[in-house]
């Protein structure tokens, strides 16, 4: 949590309250705005899908209607080879009432033998001189498979335009030696079953014959009959009806398909997608437009509410100045409630300066009690350390590091007013001291407040403890690793314990001290008296492992004297 901490502080400079409350406008208006465009693009894909599969619908939808022109032009044919002239082989009569049946329509009947010959075409007068038909391919399929078939577009010599023809196979042995009636229907009377108007704007449909040409199209991007569709576009077209995706000139489109039944012609309709989803582009703006709209809103209303802080801060400021005089100082109103509470509390602070200069002294006298307990343990100290020192020198050096450290412990008992201290601060002070840094150092177990008396003497412990680690434990390799744990034992036979241990790891062979110094009396001697505990050294292969287990009252208990 302090390298968060730290992290954020970096990240927050110093800067006015207006700064500040604009960020936090900022804040709290683009995860709105970014939620609502997730929601906009979530329902732009949602009407993507919707689009792609009512494309196929909608080619679905056309080719049905194709489907039934084409039923209708079947039964028109069966009712013109069945008629009683074309039985008799009366072909004048046959010829006077079919065009008058078709009169006015685009549909025309022709009668042609199997070489293509036209007996009869109702689109020129009786009597006149027929051309072979244009299409005699989609003839001859017809005679070959003996049942009704529908050709391909095709240009046709007698009409001059684009028509398609649907042939029925006639039995042989009729009186007018006619093989096959043909109903001709111009190509362009058909535009009406491809205009459709539940296709979105910019779209376009076709009807494609068996070799994906152009029968009709219409729409924006319509296509001339008798042209060949785009043959990267027929090869999406797989299956009886469905869509697909494809890009032209850096625009997406869609391109849906069918398949009109019983017969192998096939429709389709395609268009960009940005034309389908315009509703969306409207919504982007409106989006944007309130965005900007809220936010110059929400910064107006930030500056006023900045400006009506800044008041307040000034006023509080004076008040905390005169107070820094000497001042006695009443409460100052102001707009801001919070600002209100900070006057009165400094208010209320003027008239408790002279009960804390009282307590100062209190402390002052307290702090000169501490000083001689103080100056007591380092005599002791230092008389211990004379008895071992080989040099003054070496005098020396103990008498420094340990005064260090006990300096550090009494520093952040200063700092708390002698109330104790947390023991996870006492370790990383005490290593701090002798180590520098905490980098090599773990360290758990739970939230333990220790008192004066426990930081002097755990301060020794552990200033001891890491003196030897780095000379001649773990902490004198870089592999090592130094590890101290604590934890509150509770049981119903005795009063709770404390079970404190120091471990180390990965550090240089371990071998038994031949002889007792002032470091070894500390540790096991004083720790154990110190504490009216029982302290515990085993000294393994892969590093020293020193353990203290002592009432738990000996730790947080009052602060001694």
């Not at 007996?119 to 391919?137: D, E, F, K, V, Y």
């Not at 960009?272 to 409106?286: G, L």
């Not at 071992?388 to 050096?397: G, H, K, P, T, W």
Request: charged residues 20%; hydrophobic residues 45%.
């Amino acid at each position: 949590m302090r390298w968060l901490r730290r992290i954020l502080l970096d990240l927050l400079p110093t800067a006015s309250i207006g700064t500040y409350l604009t960020i936090m406008v900022a804040l709290a208006t683009l995860p709105l705005l970014g939620f609502a465009a997730f929601l906009l693009l979530e329902l732009e894909q949602s009407q993507f899908q919707s689009l792609k599969l009512n494309a196929g619908r909608d080619a679905q939808t056309i080719g049905r209607s194709v489907e039934r022109k084409i039923s209708d032009m079947e039964t028109a044919l069966t009712l013109v080879a069945n008629s009683p002239e074309m039985r008799d082989g009366d072909l004048r009569a046959f010829y006077n009432r079919v065009s008058e049946s078709l009169k006015g329509s685009s549909m025309y009947i022709l009668l042609a033998q199997r070489d293509g010959k036209q007996l009869l075409n109702t689109r020129r007068p009786w009597g006149s001189r027929l051309q072979p038909m244009s299409n005699i391919a989609s003839l001859q399929s017809a005679l070959r498979s003996g049942r009704v078939e529908l050709s391909g577009i095709f240009f046709g010599q007698t009409s001059q335009q684009w028509v398609v023809n649907l042939t029925m196979p006639i039995p042989d042995g009729n009186r007018a030696g006619v093989d096959a009636v043909v109903l001709t229907q111009d190509a362009a009377s058909l535009a009406s079953h491809t205009s459709r108007e539940n296709l979105p704007p910019g779209w376009s449909a076709a009807l494609l014959d068996d070799d994906g040409k152009v029968v009709v199209s219409s729409g924006e991007d319509s296509r001339p009959s008798g042209e060949q569709f785009p043959p990267n576009w027929l090869e999406l077209m797989f299956g009886s009806t469905g869509s697909a995706v494809f890009y032209q000139d850096g625009d997406q489109y869609l391109l849906g398909y069918a398949r009109v039944d019983e017969w192998p012609w096939r429709v389709a309709v395609w268009g960009p997608v940005a034309s389908a989803q315009q509703t969306f582009v409207t919504a982007w703006r409106s989006l944007l437009l309130g965005s900007l709209g809220l936010m110059a809103l929400s910064l107006a209303v930030a500056l006023i509410a900045a400006h009506q802080l800044r008041s307040s801060i000034r006023t509080i400021a004076c008040m905390a100045d005169r107070i820094g005089q000497g001042d006695i100082v009443s409460p100052q109103r102001t707009r801001i409630v919070e600002a209100n509470y900070v006057a009165v509390a400094l208010s209320n602070a003027s008239f408790d300066r002279a009960e804390a200069e009282e307590r100062v002294h209190f402390i002052l006298q307290e702090l000169v009690h501490r000083t001689k307990n103080i100056l007591s343990l380092v005599q002791a100290m230092m008389r211990q350390l004379a008895r071992s020192a080989d040099s003054v020198e070496d005098f020396q050096r103990a008498v420094s590091g340990r005064l260090a450290g006990l300096a550090q412990s009494i520093e952040a008992l200063a700092r708390q007013e002698w109330g104790g201290i947390p023991l996870a601060t006492l370790v990383d002070l005490q290593l701090a001291t002798v180590v520098g840094s905490g980098d090599r150092v773990e360290r758990h177990g739970p939230d333990l407040l220790v008192n004066a008396s426990a930081v002097q003497n755990l301060g020794l412990v552990f200033h001891e403890l890491a003196t030897n680690s780095v000379k001649y434990g773990a902490l004198s390799v870089l592999e090592g690793r130094i590890r101290v744990e604590w934890a509150v034992e509770e049981e119903a036979s005795r009063e709770p314990q404390l079970r404190l241990t120091w471990s180390e790891e990965h550090g240089p062979p371990v071998v038994a001290p031949t002889r007792r110094g002032f470091g070894s009396t500390v540790i096991e001697r004083h720790a154990a008296s110190s504490f009216s505990g029982q302290v515990t050294m085993d000294f393994r292969s892969n590093g020293l492992r020193w353990e203290l287990l002592a009432p738990l009252s000996a730790f947080t208990g009052g602060t001694a004297p």
